[in-house]
């Protein structure tokens, strides 16, 4: 046994049985070992974007790590950027990237890098593996760390001459570090909060308190002491549609996230961030919050807050008789031009039961939740870190996680084309994406932030560095490139038809909004 085969033996014995690869010259014995050791699937990816992302969107609906395969220095750069995304949702991946031999580091090869120093910002944990007996050590570790809680992205680093010697057998994962449930007297100081200022406090929920049974009793608190609940802008997954307490998010814009802030006297997070905007604009605070504005944290990332939660409704006497109804937009399916309300009307009205929902529709999906509140019961998982071509790899590694559910991909034109390779690997892998690409020809969340940042009125140059057009791109054509049957749609009749067909049948599609 070598070590590449010791580790994938150790992976597979761990429970990270899914491996998201781009492989190089560094790691053809891991790929050899795939052949020996049953039970790990390997999905190759074109792009290590593509990679990265779809282990993201794996851990967050499996809740549990895949591996990702990386070649070098340069295969890890180009994942860097979902790596990011995925530090910031928490999710826990196990990354593999191959090195030169040991012994030819010293004689700065082309492909020569520090492969750490690119790690380290992305990754809780990195280590290169210093000789063949240590590999399925190291991957043991690796896992443990990629399964802690919270969970983290571990990066171990194969030297090609540790993959190929001999090598000891599979080593047992140790058992990962667990946070506390939760603190108890910081339920206690959240219920004497809600008890004298209810009416002015803001329960802010994230991760575990946007799971159904989270929310329905964040519902429960609402109603028995007056609080407002909301998210932050931006989530890992949130149970959404009927049945499910459906809240409001902080919202992108400034301007539209201060007025609703400005009465609170109390935040309460639960594993939330104190609202912070996302970027820094001349004469606009960096806080949300009111000045004055106390926060109190329930619960941090990786708690467990829907005990947290039981324990505080439990202390103000919290119960489902104090659900308030909850009055949902009706379902009509829209006809006529598509804008932004016939098409988040549309979607509302397609979504099946069950789905998932990947979003980074960006400026044209901003008002999406209230007309999809009232769909059927889904998931909604969103971009934590920001950097874009995010969605089309986390909807193919959500659809590796759950083959029975259909999962729906919403994003702009110019985000699609930083991971359009992700159509390839759902094709090759037969999976149940529907992939909405909306087509404005313009980076329009940059054009946005061009008068936010008040730097004037853009001029031919300027426009041009945020227009798509000249030449228009075709994605019905660069989806066939890549074996996903796709249709272009200009009205709201159109787009209902198309939604239709593509969620009734099996396998990857694409629908191209034209707005």
Not at 65 to 90: D, E, Q, V, Y
Not at 257 to 262: D, Q, R, V
Not at 312 to 325: E, H, N, R, T, Y
Not at 433 to 456: M, P, W
Request: glycine residues 10%; charged residues 15%.
């Amino acid at each position: 046994m070598n070590g590449a085969e010791s580790l994938v033996r150790t992976l597979v014995a761990g429970g990270v049985d899914v491996c998201f690869s781009n492989p190089g010259t560094s790691e053809m014995h891991f790929v050899a070992a795939l052949d020996r050791v049953e039970g790990m699937r390997c999905v190759l990816g074109l792009f290590e974007g593509v990679v990265t992302g779809a282990a993201d969107g794996y851990f967050r609906m499996k809740g549990t790590p895949a591996s990702t395969l990386l070649h070098l220095g340069p295969g890890l750069a180009n994942g860097l950027a979902n790596l990011h995304n995925a530090k910031k949702a928490h999710s826990g991946i196990v990354n593999i990237v191959g090195q030169h031999a040991t012994y030819h580091i010293g004689y700065n090869a082309p492909l020569t890098s520090d492969i750490e120093g690119l790690a380290r910002p992305m990754s809780a944990w990195v280590k290169t593996s210093p000789d063949a007996k240590s590999v399925s050590a190291d991957g043991a570790a690796a896992i443990a760390a990629a399964k802690g809680s919270p969970p983290e992205i571990a990066t171990l680093i194969l030297p090609a001459d540790t993959a190929w010697n001999e090598a000891d057998g599979i080593a047992t994962v140790p058992a990962p570090s667990q946070r506390p449930g939760y603190a108890s007297d910081a339920v206690e100081t959240a219920a004497k909060v809600l008890y004298g200022s209810g009416g002015e406090t803001l329960l802010l929920v994230a991760n575990g308190g946007l799971t159904e049974q989270g929310l329905a009793l964040a519902q429960q608190i609402a109603g028995r002491t007056g609080c407002t609940v909301m998210g932050q802008t931006y989530h890992p997954r949130m149970a959404r549609g009927r049945g499910r307490f459906s809240i409001n998010r902080i919202p992108y814009v400034i301007e539209q996230a201060l007025p609703i802030l400005k009465n609170f006297r109390h935040i309460v997070l639960v594993e939330a961030n104190d609202p912070v905007a996302f970027f820094a604009y001349p004469n606009k605070p960096s806080f949300l919050k009111a000045d004055g504005c106390e926060v109190h944290r329930l619960t941090a990332w990786g708690d467990n807050s829907v005990a947290a939660l039981e324990a505080l409704a439990l202390s103000l006497g919290a119960g489902p008789k104090d659900v308030m109804p909850q009055q949902l937009a009706d379902l009509v399916k829209p006809t006529g031009s598509l804008n932004h309300t016939s098409i988040a009307q549309a979607l509302a009205c397609a979504i099946p039961e069950n789905a998932i929902v990947v979003d980074e529709s960006i400026t044209t999906g901003r008002g999406f939740f209230p007309p999809t509140a009232a769909a059927a019961p889904h998931d909604w998982l969103q971009n934590m870190g920001g950097s874009i071509g995010f969605s089309t790899p986390v909807a193919t590694g959500a659809a590796v996680a759950c083959p029975d559910r259909k999962v729906i991909c919403m994003v702009g034109d110019g985000s699609a084309m930083y991971t359009i390779q992700s159509l390839w690997t759902q094709a090759r892998e037969g999976l149940d994406v529907v992939t909405i690409v909306f087509a404005n020809r313009i980076y329009q969340i940059l054009r946005g932030e061009f008068d936010g940042v008040g730097a004037g009125e853009p001029g031919q140059r300027a426009l041009d560095m945020l227009k798509i057009d000249r030449p228009t791109l075709d994605f019905i054509a660069l989806a066939k490139g890549m074996g996903v049957a796709g249709r272009a749609v200009t009205t709201a009749d159109e787009f209902n038809l198309a939604l239709a067909e593509a969620i009734a049948e099996p396998g990857p599609r694409l629908i191209e909004v034209q707005v």
